[in-house]
């Protein structure tokens, strides 16, 4: 293996050693779990084993040892019961009398000096419920949490003067983002009531947030610090604050730090997925592929709270009609609720369900016209000076051909498997997806900044934008010395305290490098201008101001959904055994309109951990469900792709530069979750002859098609 190049002045676009390990300036550890804390005690949570059901009593056995095990129930929360977000539904603990809406629903949190005594503890507590009727079922459920209409056209007319209407129903699986490691949090009571949270998670003032509410606590007294964080996808954006606020209840009680720290089994029972959904779609053409409209129908499964679902919901219907130009479109999606646990961010959010529909309807009407399914994406394509399902007008960066001519290029002749029993097939997706917040979100958040120039002739950057594997470290200061015309190593990044750093957004949406960096970037060339006429220490803070070009209407769901889309072909390449029914993918090419690589090695690594995600999903990471439960809540049972299951993956970069993009670049941290699925099942039909029309592409599934047809 080569060694890594040496830092340059300038290190835009060119692979720099990676920022790993504690942070440079507070010399913090590594996981959470590694935080030595004297004095902490161990936290745990007591969680509903019903769906659905009414706490009648909660009794403590006469073995319980009270004076070494602190309770705490929902009386002990001195400000809202709420877990703060978009909707005030769901409670941080349930109260007596009240009701439990999942199994793994947290009741009671109890605190101990040793594991052992508190697992002791637990056993000695008894609830009683008053057990109600479950809905699991999405044509069942009454509660909706959210709906999003997009009209665009006339849907009735397109559809009398069509040749063809073709309709198909798609639907997709439940998805764990079993980040490296679990839900974690270690919260320190300190003087004048101030609260100190270090956790495991995305997204600083997120939890910051939620602690002020919840305790009562001013900014000062709400402190929270993010660990080293193995990866989030999502799983870490909302889902940590109920831990933290977990842990601060805790530790409020006991005087005491006290760390709670999920095992595996608890993470995979207890935390938010993917949403699973049905997807419909009704496309009218005309014989020669003339794409005349497009009428979609969504229903996501949001679980037992709203959590993040309208946003979820949100993504998914403007991404529903696919990278294609469309005249007349109607997008209906809901979102409602169920007792099971709440789902909630996961790469993609949204658009991979609804992208995975609307790329296995070009292909179903290719089948039906007798066309090339690349041929009939040519007609379709969006292209500059188009229109999308919202009425956005695409202005500059659209690289929807780019992709499909450098991914076709790339893929070759497919070759026979050479065995009798097992057949190939390959299959092909092109998908956009929007970068930074949807229509006026980051208009509202104003995420902000600051970098400071120090005496030492070193420049330190202050955000909130949280390293969670993708690279932020490395990206930031590569975009500050650039702009500085500095040495790497002349540039430090400073923790993600928020008693530090100003709210610089979450680390979400494919936002940070695209919104953020260009932040960085700003603040780096402001103070490059100010060292020409005043010496340091100084500081400069920049804060998103939205252009003026960009227009969006939220409740009519019409104009500028986002700055900008980025753009992906995926062609994929399948074994399937027609025995066992096994699918393996053997092949994968992908081709990112990236805008500008900032660090070609990272955009290359996250593009294939992306990829291999989006296999897992589409043929293996099935969650089966039992009485509102998962049933295979064990990494025993839920199988994730390993290095052995991993297809070759080519990464090709596409430059097509945004201009208010960091030096032109993009977000594309989800993008490479939306292309596979559907480029999996397409290529799994062109071997077998049957459709799945849905995900995970289980054997069982695959056996059960193939005998039927």
Known sequence: MCPPPAPAPTAVGRSVPRREGADKVTGRARYTDDIAVPGAWYGKTIRSTVPRGRIRSITFDPLFDSERVVVVTADDIPGDNVVHLIRDDQPILATRGGEVRHREEPILLLAAPDRGTLEE?????????????????????????????????????????????????????????????????????????????????????????????????????????????????????????????????????????????????????????????????RTAVKKDGTLLSQ??????????????????????????????????????????????????????????????????????????????????????????????????????????????????????????????????????????HGSGFTGSGEKKLQGTIAMEALTDGTFRILTASTEIGQGTKTIFCQLAADALGVGLDNVVLAPQDTSLVPDSGPTVASRTAMIVGRLVQEAAEEIRERLKRERPPFKVEKSYVQPDSIHWDE??????????????????????????????????????????????????????????????????????????????????????PTALDAPRIRTILVENPYSRGPFGAKGIGELPMDGPAPAIIAAIHHATGVWLDEVPATPEKVLAACASR
């Open 295 to 432: 009428d979609i129908e969504i229903v996501l499964d949001g679980g037992a709270y709203c959590t993040l679902t309208p946003v979820v919901l949100s993504r998914a219907a403007i991404h529903a009609a696919g990278a294609y130009a469309c005249p007349n479109v109607r997008i209906r999606a809901r979102a409602v609720a169920t007792n099971t646990p709440p789902n909630g961010a996961f790469r993609g959010f949204g658009a991979p369900q609804s992208l995975f529909a609307a790329e296995l309807m070009v292909e179903h009407v290719a089948e039906r016209l007798g066309m090339s399914s690349v041929d009939l994406r040519r007609k379709w394509m969006l292209r500059l000076g188009d229109t999308t399902a919202t009425g956005q007008r695409l202005t500059e960066s659209v690289g929807n051909e780019m992709v499909l001519d450098a991914a076709l290029k790339a893929a070759g002749a497919v070759r026979p498997s050479g065995r009798p029993a097992v057949k190939r097939g390959r299959g092909l997706s092109l998908v956009f």
């Open 121 to 281: 503890a637990a056993s000695h507590i008894k609830i009683e419920y008053e057990i109600l009727e479950p809905v699991y079922a999405l044509e069942k459920a009454i509660e909706v949490f959210s709906t999003v209409e997009i009209t665009k056209g006339d849907i009735a007319t397109a559809q009398r003067s069509a040749d063809f209407v073709v309709q198909h129903e798609f639907r997709v699986g439940l998805q764990e983002q079993l980040y490296i490691e679990p839900q974690g949090t270690i919260a320190i009571p300190e003087s004048g009531g101030r609260i100190k949270v270090i956790g495991s998670l995305q997204c600083p003032y997120y939890v910051h947030r939620a602690l002020k509410r919840a305790l009562k606590l001013t900014d000062q007294q709400a402190v929270v610090i993010q660990a080293e964080t193995g990866g989030g996808f999502g799983g870490k954006e909302e889902y940590p604050s109920l831990v933290a606020l977990h842990a601060a209840l805790l530790a409020r009680k006991a005087g005491r730090p006290v760390r709670l720290i999920y095992d595996r089994h608890e993470d995979l029972a207890a935390t938010t997925k993917r949403h699973p959904g049905v997807i419909t779609h």
């Open 555 to 640: 409740a009519t769901y019409r104009g500028d959904a986002y700055p900008v889309y980025a753009w992906a072909c995926t062609i994929a390449d399948v074994d399937v055994d027609m025995t066992t029914g096994e699918v393996r993918v053997t092949d994968l090419v992908t081709a990112v309109d990236c805008g500008k690589a900032l660090h070609p090695v990272m955009a290359e690594g996250q593009i294939e951990g992306g990829c291999l995600q989006a296999v897992g999903w589409a043929t293996i990471e099935e969650i089966k469900m039992k009485d509102g439960g998962y049933q295979n809540d064990r990494l025993a049972t839920y199988l994730i």
